[in-house]
């Protein structure tokens, strides 16, 4: 499986969206964002940062950063909107001026008073820059300023390739996994709900994604995102179609109310767990007994390979043996032995109008 540049930036994109983060500049190459505070404390490992910011209660600086999803395409972009530093124009009295940033402005007309030999006088080009001020020199005038010292600091904008694989991107995965395990959200009914009459009434359900390992020397995941309602009972195995069509909102909507629980939340994950768990067991598990068969073989070559090597008549040695014959033993039956894990990825609490 592999994310192309363009999914890549979406979910990128809908991270930086979703955390409030300041967008800069944007293309479909690119994007250069302000990360907000809580983007930057996810994203920057800056811990004693953070904490210097939460003990003097300072106004926080976020970092910076040019995300580029596309590096060959965007680098081919950059490198074509260049335009040379010096170009004759068939005048060779003139030169383009660089404004600092690469791109070139208006032609500079530049008095090159020759010396004997045909040699143009630097000195001659231009007037001399004062003593002192860098800034004023002749190669600062026509190229710009380049500073002594690199930019550092929350001023500085980063540069970071985001592609499939990249670090920076698990790393956001990771945040928007870990900020979004629990979530608290109601359908969105449109601008037509606030102008009617009558209260629209949502029911509560309690919505969970489970991920199923199945694991012995070979390996297959399942998810299940189950839902079951707090007022009636309902257990949908499907759930993740009935959200699907719907405009979610972390804001309660004007003109709706909430209908009271019918059970508790520990309630209703208790029915969706044992729901999930006599669904599993309906499941065929002979590739189970087919690992337990492997299991089986794999031990009796290793007692075989050891039976010869445990008569050491060295005591040392044989207690040396014996560990090693526990351990063999052991490491097989972990990577053999079929085990069933079942986790939540994702939970939380859907308020959706009643139908």
Not at 136 to 162: C, H, K, N, Q, T
């Amino acid at each position: 499986m592999t994310l192309s540049p363009q999914q890549v930036r979406k979910q990128v994109m809908d991270y930086l969206e979703a955390t409030d983060c300041s967008i800069i500049e944007t293309s479909p190459l690119h994007v250069t964002v302000k990360l907000s505070p809580r983007a930057d404390q996810m994203l920057t490992d800056r811990p004693y940062y953070w904490g210097f910011v939460e003990r003097t209660g300072v106004e926080p600086e976020t970092l910076s950063f040019t995300f580029v999803f596309n590096p060959e395409q965007y680098d081919s972009q950059a490198e074509a909107a260049l335009v040379p530093r010096s170009s004759g124009l068939g005048n060779p009295g003139l030169m383009r001026a660089d404004t600092g940033n690469g791109i070139a402005s208006k032609p500079v007309e530049i008095e090159a008073a020759t010396e004997p030999g045909g040699i143009i006088s630097a000195g001659s080009v231009g007037s001399p820059a004062p003593p002192g001020n860098p800034q004023d020199s002749i190669l600062s005038r026509y190229f710009g300023v380049v500073p002594a010292l690199p930019r550092i600091g929350p001023g500085m904008i980063r540069r970071e390739d985001v592609i499939y694989g990249s670090k920076r991107l698990r790393q956001i995965w990771e945040a928007a996994r870990e900020e979004g395990k629990c979530l608290y959200l109601f359908e969105d009914p449109g601008s037509r709900q606030r102008t009617t009459l009558f209260s629209a009434a949502y029911e509560p359900w309690l919505g969970v994604y489970y991920k199923v390992e199945m694991s012995c020397d070979l390996k297959r995941e399942e998810l299940h995102f189950m839902g079951i309602s707090l007022v009636t009972g309902v257990i949908t195995y499907e759930f993740g179609s009935k959200l699907s069509p719907l405009k979610l909102t972390p804001r309660l909507p004007e003109n709706v109310h909430v209908q009271p629980l019918e059970m508790s939340v520990t309630a209703g994950a208790e029915q969706l767990e044992a729901s999930l768990t006599a669904r599993l067991a309906e499941l065929d598990y002979s590739w189970a007994e087919e690992a337990r068969e492997r299991l089986r073989l794999e031990l009796a070559i290793i007692d075989v390979y050891y039976e010869e090597l445990l008569k050491e008549p060295d005591e040392e040695k044989r207690k040396e043996i014996e560990e090693q014959y526990a351990r063999r033993r052991q490491e097989t039956s972990w990577q053999y032995e079929p085990q069933i894990a079942v986790s939540a990825v994702t939970y939380g609490l859907f308020h959706l109008r009643k139908t």
